[in-house]
């Protein structure tokens, strides 16, 4: 029996098929009670039985109330009346939708209704092979006479006399043929006594590994080349047991660690016998776990005298195995007769297959799951060599688990979309690869020689540059939740989505490069001193109410925020990112920095010769760098703006302003008594003329690289790391070294001002407010105020933690706010004081969170749509109206 009677494409057996036919009780004699009932913990389980056969007791009895779904219930839903009969049609409608929902969702699902009629019993089977689990039957065969008493003593149901021996009938035709319509598994319970007595006993899927946690060393196709396996694995690590003929016959790691082998161990190569007695004996003793692969499946075929197609090197292997005992060849083909098809790992983040398994596949069992998982799948084409077109599910693939497999020779292994093929050609002259997990390390062995020439040079038709697919449009199209570590499932709009799209699609950067956004930043609180909107004292105040202690204070340069991807050579960022070149630089919306290429990489490469002569590359081990920073001048990015906003405001009121001055003073000198009115509109050119110095303030002509600053503050992401979570001294520490190692004939990095405050010191929040009210009075900025450790919770009671405190805070100096709402705002300060900064400070968590998840994918190696699921969060979210002066 295959795992699919329906299929025609995978003709090798699970180890569920041997059980099912032990396990059925329609060809063997009742069992003495207590009857333990084996049934997979995902699985359809049909109840089968005349009406008044105990069915509902049954479930109710062995089965939670939400895994059973009754043709009673639903008969009530749609009719209010469990027993109307004329409402059946559209009440098995709804059961059959229902089964449906909870089998693809994974679930138990247990049907409560007679299924006496092979009719009703093929809706069903045909239900669970849609969804790839095994349909089971339980029989209650119960004497119709009990049936019978059974619903006369019911008031609610009082059936026709000839409705129980109709059933009855339908039933005993029924017993024999059920394993021919598709039941994997048939129970079937002979009278009261055996009802009573039976107990299910649920079974994990034999592809559910879960609980093995690894590590693992994952090998790709061998094709028997067992002396690369032997290099391969004392290069892992592993120590190779041989027996008294020198055969290695296991390998063990002194760590513990786990191999394990996608498949095609055999044919083409020079030792297939030796590649098996050593795997085999390495999964006897428990220190590795295989899947077969469509070699495995053919060779099996082939021993046991069936018909098979000697071609893709198969005769080696059937001659190389002809010398061989008959007691070895025994154990071969008991070993490839209980192949599992794919395993799920490590709490179902890892899937290991031969050909690769779309997400729906995953733990499922039958015909269909197995063909793919050897086979894979065709577009039905043919290339021209003759072979099939492989179809590049992995290109679509979107699940949370690694799917790694073989198959389809690659010239180097790389991720895609969260999938790697680990077949390089070992045979074929390439090279023998495996990859570390969890680390995500790939480890190779050449080949010693080229033992079977391909039909089709070893170029890619499977996945090719590392994470280097398109992204698409259901990635980020329509309202999408994103779940953080941080901060929960943060929801996005679909409107939203529309307008970040349309942002990205017209003009971001190259999507492969841009692997974070920086959120925006809530202001302090309020302040209430007199002349004054923002204040350092609320900003102290609101950290130390939520637990707080230590903080930092960093000078808020007049800028642009820009982040920058900084790669040790073109290489490296190839490597990593799939796109050639030095680096990029983008804006908080994801769009190139500057226009200018030339411009950008004389930037790029200021900041890597400081990376370089700082030690940053070494240390961080990674040959790029990911950076948070403020580019200046203001006027470099914000032209525009300024052309159009404030030097606009400025010259309006420099033109008109003297001129109603002087109007006022000649009717003052008329004797008018315009005093008043006279003193506001001197205020108000004092105002103007404070307006149009603060905004100059951060405007300069920049030629090439002279006039340009750069100021970063924060080191992002490394390879394999996101750097983001460590204290802010230590990356302002990381940047004062960077800036040090700055050409100091004419330096472009910029240091970053700063200064450490303990709330609980008032000496130490004092000197804080002073640095604060110097450099803004000089015409700073004013700077950020951030905990000094990253990531920080509010204390709760009892040292309880609770939400995500905000990551900094920004206090603006009283100049630089003139800018952000206008010359005479000082004049209306009470009226401001009344500004909501409850949706600015969600806004500002929520992208916190979202951009520490884009990081912390990054550094795990997750795919680009996971990645950019969280960046693309980011740019939606700021398409959420609010006050754009806060």
Known sequence: MTEDATSTEAPATEPEATEATEATGAVSAPAPAPRRLPVTDVSLVVLIGTSGAGKSSFARRHFLPTQVISSDFCRGLVADDENDQSASAEAFDVLHYIVGKRLAAGRLTVVDATNVQQEARRQLVAIARAHDVLPIAIVLDVPPGVCAERNRSRPDRQLPAHVVPRQNRELRRSLRGLEREGFRKVHILRGEAEVEAAEIELEKRFNDLRHLTGPFDIVGDIHGCRSELETLLTRLGYTVARDAEGRPVDAVHPQGRTAVFVGDLVDRGPDTPGVLRLVMGMVAAGHAICVPGNHENKLGRAMDGKKVTVSHGLQESLDQLAGESEEFKAEVRAFMRGLVSHYLLDGGALVVCHAGLPERYHGRASGRVRSHALYGETTGETDEYGLPVRYPWAEEYRGRALVVYGHTPVPNASFVNNTICLDTGCVFGGSLTALRYPERELVSVEAEQEWYAPVRPL??????????????????????????????????????????????SRFALDPRLLAYLPPTMAPSPTSRRKGYLEHP?????????????????????????????????????ERRFGVAGPGAIWTRTGRAFLDDEELTGAVLGRVRA??????????????????????????????????????????????????????????????????????????????????????????????????????????????????????HDQHLAWIDRLVAADDESAPVLHRTGRVLVDTEDEASVAAATAWWEELTAAGGEGMVVKPLASMVRTVRGEGRSGGLVQPGMKVRGREYLRIIYGPDYTEHLERLRVRSLGHKRSLALREYALGLEALDRLAAGEPLWRVHEAVFAVLALESEPVDPRL
């Open 459 to 504: 170029i890619t038709d499977a996945p090719g540059a590392r994470e280097g697919r398109p992204l698409d449009l259901a990635d980020v199209a329509g309202r999408r939740t994103v779940e953080t570590a941080l901060h929960g499932r943060v929801a996005v709009r679909e409107e939203n989505a529309a307008a970040a799209l349309e942002v990205m």
């Open 610 to 727: 400081a990376a370089e002569r700082s030690g940053l590359f070494e240390e961080s081990g990674s040959d790029w760098l990911l950076l948070d920073a403020e580019l200046m001048p203001w006027s470099l990015k914000a032209v525009e703006l300024l052309r159009r906003q404030y030097a606009a405001v400025g010259a309006a009121a420099g033109a008109a302003l003297p001129e109603v001055l002087s109007a006022l003073e000649q009717a003052a000198g008329r004797g008018l008594e315009l005093g008043e009115l006279t003193a506001r509109q001197r205020r108000r050119a004092a105002d103007a003329q404070a307006f149009t110095e603060a905004y100059r303030r951060y405007c300069w002509p920049t030629e090439g690289l002279s006039g340009i600053r750069l100021a970063p503050f924060q080191l992002l992401a490394a390879e394999g790391a996101n750097l983001a979570v460590r204290p």
């Open 537 to 573: 004292e609320e900003a102290f105040f609101a950290y130390r109410a939520d637990g707080v202690r230590h903080l930092v204070c960093e000078e808020k340069h007049m800028g642009s925020r820009a982040v920058l991807l900084v790669a040790r050579d073109a290489a490296a960022l």
